[in-house]
């Protein structure tokens, strides 16, 4: 996909704009974002996963979990998974 701008370099940037191009203030900004969802991590809310998982942190199954998760959009993260930071706060008070 070519730059929607100058229409020459390949796009390298978001709005659709080349390394140079997007780099021009004058440029830049005549050319909105084209998503403003899914931006950064974690930044629209997903799917709570519908279990907890008893794997520790770190190891193979806790991995093999997160990506399961990721495969169906939802968190990563569950509040009462094994190792999660608010459980172990909770047990600390």
């Known amino acids: 996909m070519l730059c929607r701008h100058c229409d020459r370099r390949p796009v390298a940037r978001s709005r659709g704009l080349c390394w140079s191009c997007f780099y021009t203030p004058t440029v830049r900004d005549r050319y909105p974002p084209l998503s403003t969802q899914n931006r950064g991590l974690g930044m629209g809310r997903k799917r ?43 047990l600390a008070s």
């Open 48 to 90: 709570l996963p519908c279990e907890p998982c008893d794997a520790i942190p770190g190891t193979p199954e806790k991995i093999r979990v997160l990506m399961e998760r990721a495969a169906r959009e939802q968190e990563l993260f569950h509040e009462h998974d094994a190792g999660h930071l608010s459980s172990s706060l909770a």
